[in-house]
């Protein structure tokens, strides 16, 4: 049975021209058939073979770079899909009651405190920071509080 390989899956024409796979790059054109005899010389064969490890290298980078490329968006798309799940299916979910709800704020409130008491701290070191001054010889002059 003939079939169009584009629209077999596990084909490598159906994975180009779907996108799934590097179409243009230069590491591609080293796999190419050359129809060409060449006479036997060792060093030819040492340096072809350096050159087919050091081209399977950069093919390989330049695939995981094109795969990385490929799904960048995927997280954002699965996060999306995951809301809207759990939009259509809320009625499943347990709902939580005013009582664990306001034990909840509680514990996550002193949390916050911590913070702006942190922020001002840091403020008044800035403060500090700022009346000091370094004089030119190495020594720390205080200005006055003008507050």
Do not use: C
Not at 77 to 104: D, G, T
Request: net charge positive; aromatic share 4%; no cysteine.
């Amino acid at each position: 049975m003939k079939r169009n390989p584009r629209k077999l899956k596990w084909t490598k024409a159906f994975r180009k021209a779907a996108g799934k796979e590097m179409v243009v790059d230069s590491t591609l054109q080293f796999a190419a058939r050359r129809n060409v005899p060449v006479r036997y010389n060792r060093d030819h064969v040492a340096t072809t073979l350096k050159a087919m490890q050091r081209v399977s290298e950069i093919r390989g980078k330049r695939e995981r770079v094109f795969y990385k490329n490929r799904m960048a968006g995927n997280k954002e798309k699965e996060k999306a899909a995951n809301r809207k799940l759990v939009a259509e299916n809320e009625h499943l979910l347990p709902r939580v009651r005013a009582s664990e709800r306001m034990a909840e704020d509680m514990q996550q409130q002193p949390l916050v405190e911590d913070k702006v008491q942190e922020v001002q701290h840091q403020e008044i070191a800035r403060k500090e920071r700022l009346k000091r001054r370094l004089l030119v010889s190495g020594a720390i002059e205080d200005e006055m509080d003008v507050d």
